[in-house]
């Protein structure tokens, strides 16, 4: 007759809440799977799915009582890595939403918004619909898979331990955050050049005919002109956005290595 001890009930449950914690913490940061549109009972579920296929690969667990004090310790800095290897890829989508928000004020449309559940606020009209147009690349590339892959493979490079995450993880996040203003002024930069070029030449036209309604005539120009470069520049956006997600799944795992306890 096979006899199961509550010794290996609370091992059961450790290899299987302690990396939930982690999953659970990266889908409430990430994009896609963080977004308010996704129920949490579906989030929660996906977790418990993961976590029961990743539970088998684990490396050895610290041997560690799960209701004990370091039990809730490790649960807490599990939640804590997966929280920050989500927000070091939710800054790939803040820095496309920024570079809109820029070329939105530019072009006039600062006062236009509309509500984008990725953000769950509302945002101006440009940064709404490059962050819609980024979410679509990102699950037409599937990124998502490999968001879960990354997601696994962080579980190598950073095995549960009793020690707490160090703190260096948290400064490569913080470093990688950075991304934000580097992408966003680049991703920007095309419409930004042919909106600077047209407010010179509205600027040398006043000068040449002041009798001019400028504020007629410049509005609807900086629109016109900012649609027509938007749609120029649109199909080279791919391989950018591309880049950047490749950078974002290698911050993760630097993320992750950095938070290893030394």
Same mark, same amino acid.
């Given at each position: 007759?096979?006899?199961? /001890?509550?010794?290996?009930?609370?091992?059961? %449950?450790?290899? %299987?809440?302690?990396?939930?914690?982690?999953?659970?913490?990266?889908?409430?940061?990430?994009?896609?799977? /963080?977004?308010? /549109?996704?129920?949490?009972?579906?989030?929660?579920?996906? @977790?418990?799915?993961?976590? %029961?296929?990743?539970?088998?690969?684990?490396?050895?667990? $610290? +041997?560690?009582?799960?209701?004990?004090?370091?039990?809730?310790?490790? #649960?807490? /800095? +599990?939640?804590?890595?997966?929280?920050?290897?989500?927000?070091?890829?939710?800054?790939?989508?803040?820095?496309?939403?920024?570079?809109g928000e820029i070329v939105g004020l530019q072009m006039g449309l600062g006062f236009a918004s509309l509500y984008t559940p990725q953000s769950a606020a509302d945002n101006p009209i440009i940064s709404?619909?490059?962050?819609?147009?980024?979410? #679509?690349?990102? %699950?037409?590339?599937? *990124?998502?898979?490999? &968001?879960?892959?990354?997601?696994?493979?962080?579980?190598?490079? !950073?095995?549960?331990?009793?020690? $707490?995450?160090?703190?260096? *993880?948290?400064?490569?996040?913080?470093?990688?955050?950075?991304?934000?203003?580097?992408?966003? &002024?680049?991703?920007? !930069?095309?419409?930004?050049?042919?909106? #600077?070029?047209?407010?010179?030449?509205?600027?040398?036209?006043?000068?040449?005919?002041?009798?001019?309604?400028?504020?007629?005539? @410049?509005?609807?120009?900086?629109? *016109?002109?900012?649609?027509?470069?938007?749609?120029?520049?649109?199909?080279?956006?791919?391989?950018?956005?591309? =880049?950047?997600?490749?950078?974002?799944?290698?911050?993760?795992?630097?993320?992750?290595?950095?938070?290893?306890? =030394?």
């Amino acid at each position: 007759m096979i006899s199961v /001890g509550s010794a290996e009930i609370d091992a059961w %449950l450790a290899a %299987l809440l302690w990396p939930l914690a982690r999953i659970l913490g990266l889908f409430a940061a990430a994009p896609v799977f /963080g977004t308010q /549109g996704i129920p949490t009972q579906v989030q929660v579920g996906l @977790g418990l799915l993961l976590a %029961l296929v990743v539970a088998p690969t684990l490396p050895a667990l $610290p +041997q560690v009582e799960l209701a004990s004090g370091a039990g809730l310790l490790i #649960l807490a /800095g +599990q939640l804590l890595i997966g929280l920050a290897m989500g927000l070091a890829m939710r800054i790939v989508f803040v820095a496309v939403d920024l570079a809109g928000e820029i070329v939105g004020l530019q072009m006039g449309l600062g006062f236009a918004s509309l509500y984008t559940p990725q953000s769950a606020a509302d945002n101006p009209i440009i940064s709404a619909f490059l962050g819609m147009l980024t979410t #679509l690349v990102f %699950l037409a590339l599937d *990124g998502h898979l490999l &968001l879960i892959s990354t997601l696994a493979d962080s579980f190598q490079v !950073l095995p549960m331990a009793a020690n $707490p995450p160090a703190g260096k *993880g948290l400064q490569t996040l913080v470093v990688w955050g950075g991304k934000i203003f580097l992408a966003g &002024l680049f991703l920007s !930069l095309p419409l930004l050049a042919a909106l #600077l070029v047209t407010n010179l030449a509205l600027g040398i036209l006043s000068r040449a005919a002041p009798q001019l309604n400028l504020f007629a005539i @410049g509005f609807p120009l900086m629109l *016109g002109i900012g649609m027509a470069v938007l749609a120029l520049v649109l199909p080279y956006l791919l391989p950018s956005l591309e =880049r950047l997600f490749q950078e974002g799944y290698a911050a993760m795992l630097r993320v992750a290595s950095d938070a290893r306890p =030394r």
